[in-house]
């Protein structure tokens, strides 16, 4: 989960931009209101992000993206211009943040609201004060000539301004600033459990800080109170790191630390949340023990997959399971726990197109196969979905979990789910239970 910042004066931001370790992109977006005046929608200050600069003008719009100087870029937040020439200088002039803004830090699995970056980074999303939106102009496509055609504002804000899809700013209504500053230093891109060891790999890059250090903290069981501990010191060198734990624990936390002992990124999981990686070679005892204790909250049956309604069965329970905790689904098993067995000819392409095709927005899953009685039995693995993209649904219809069933969700469940608005907690796709 991100960290929240203690509060900082305005001045204080504009100085943390300077100070960023890469140029800034620094994109905006206009457009004209009811009296015919100009208005600043959104500004967007993105670190370690090199994009063609862009100059677009519609007859009442325009979007403007260029690459400049951390300096350069403070110096305009402390004006309150967006650096545009002319009469628009004044007109898109916004007022700088009265009293403090409150940042966060997010760490590298962290999904956040008009997220951009898959680094850690500091992160604020901010009304704009000083601006207001033009509703009349959200729908009206934009079309001039030698100017690419989108088929309304929202698009092309969301992809030339923010840097994200559509959808993810379908809800955006309220002018806002958004600061992203990346740390390129070092991330944590994955844990694995194999042999009585935790793999964390680390992201190789150019700017990587010599000296990282790991710290690793754990517990075998949820009933035991005694922590242990694992030091991983003056490691210069990127790929996997690895954690001797003896076995998955039940909790454990790990975190990347630059040689002064700035924290850069974190991983781990607890009990509760569920959010241990399976060991490989275990998966085998992990799917024996489903069978055993049959279909529940987050585990699945589906004998196959070779009609129209089996294959939407599957993308409900998908649909389900992104908007719970997520969930296991065992294909090549019967309702009642027998051993069916289940193999297509491109088995992981076919999945893919399922969800792609019945469940809309983007859900993460994962495959894996393994072989019980001389049958192959397909492993899916769904992660817990976005919250700023639920509710998912199947078609037309917004499917939950409750118990071992998946069923339609009622109103006030479809209120619920469309009102979180909190960055979803780290799930790996199989978890501990």
């Known amino acids: 989960?991100?960290?929240?910042?203690?509060?900082e004066t305005w001045e204080a931001l504009c100085k943390r931009v300077a100070s960023a370790s890469s140029p800034i992109l620094w994109s905006w977006g206009a457009a004209r209101n009811e009296t015919g005046d100009w208005q600043l929608l959104?500004?967007?200050?993105r670190g370690a992000t090199l994009e063609a600069p862009r100059a677009l003008r519609y007859r009442n719009v325009i979007i403007r993206s260029e690459t400049i100087t951390p300096r350069t870029a403070a110096a305009r937040l402390r004006r309150g211009a967006v650096g545009a020439?002319?009469?628009?200088?004044?007109?898109l002039r916004f007022t700088p943040q009265d009293g403090q803004v409150f940042g966060?830090?997010?760490?590298?699995?962290?999904?956040?609201?008009?997220?951009?970056?898959?680094?850690?980074?500091y992160y604020l999303h901010q009304r704009l004060a000083g601006s207001s939106m033009t509703p009349d102009r959200l729908y009206e496509p934009l079309i001039a000539a030698e100017q690419p055609y989108f088929p309304?504002?929202?698009p092309a804000l969301a992809g030339l301004v923010f840097g994200v899809t559509p959808t993810a700013l379908q809800n955006h209504s309220t002018?806002?600033?958004?600061?992203?500053?990346p740390d390129t230093r070092g991330r944590i891109t994955s844990l694995e459990a194999c042999d009585g060891q935790i793999s964390v790999c680390i992201e190789?890059?150019?700017?990587?800080?010599?000296?990282?250090?790991?710290?690793?903290?754990?517990?075998?069981?949820?009933?035991d109170p005694t922590w242990h501990h694992y030091t991983i010191s003056d490691s210069d060198r990127a790929g996997d790191l690895s954690v001797p734990t003896g076995s998955v624990p039940a909790e454990m936390s790990i975190a990347l630390l630059s040689p002064d002992d700035t924290l850069l990124d974190q991983r781990g999981w607890t009990e509760q949340l569920?959010?241990?990686?399976?060991?490989?070679?275990?998966?085998?005892?992990?799917?024996?023990r489903w069978l055993a204790e049959g279909e529940s909250t987050t585990v699945e049956f589906k004998q196959d997959l070779s009609s129209d309604s089996a294959r939407k069965s599957f993308a409900e329970t998908v649909s389900a399971f992104a908007n719970g905790v997520g969930g296991v689904i065992l294909v090549g098993v019967t309702d009642d726990g027998m051993i069916a067995g289940y193999r297509a000819d491109k088995t992981t392409d076919q999945i893919t197109n399922i969800v792609r095709n019945l469940v809309v927005e983007p859900v993460a899953v994962e495959r894996h196969e393994v072989l019980l009685s001389e049958q192959p039995i397909q492993v899916i693995a769904v992660s817990p979905g976005d919250p700023y993209h639920k509710p998912y649904r199947c078609r037309d219809r917004v499917m939950v979990r409750a118990n071992a069933t998946t069923r339609p969700a009622t109103t006030f469940e479809i209120r619920a789910l469309s009102s979180q608005g909190q960055p979803a907690s780290p799930q790996p796709l199989l978890r501990r239970r």
């Open 1 to 7: 989960m991100p960290l929240g910042l203690p509060g």
């Open 42 to 45: 959104a500004l967007c200050i």
């Open 85 to 91: 020439g002319g009469k628009l200088a004044d007109a």
């Open 104 to 121: 966060q830090w997010c760490f590298s699995n962290d999904r956040m609201y008009l997220r951009a970056t898959e680094w850690p980074h």
């Open 152 to 154: 309304s504002l929202t």
């Open 175 to 181: 002018p806002a600033l958004m600061v992203q500053l």
């Open 204 to 223: 190789p890059t150019a700017d990587r800080v010599v000296g990282i250090v790991l710290h690793a903290a754990w517990r075998d069981d949820p009933a």
């Open 274 to 288: 569920g959010q241990a990686p399976v060991d490989e070679s275990d998966l085998h005892g992990l799917v024996l």
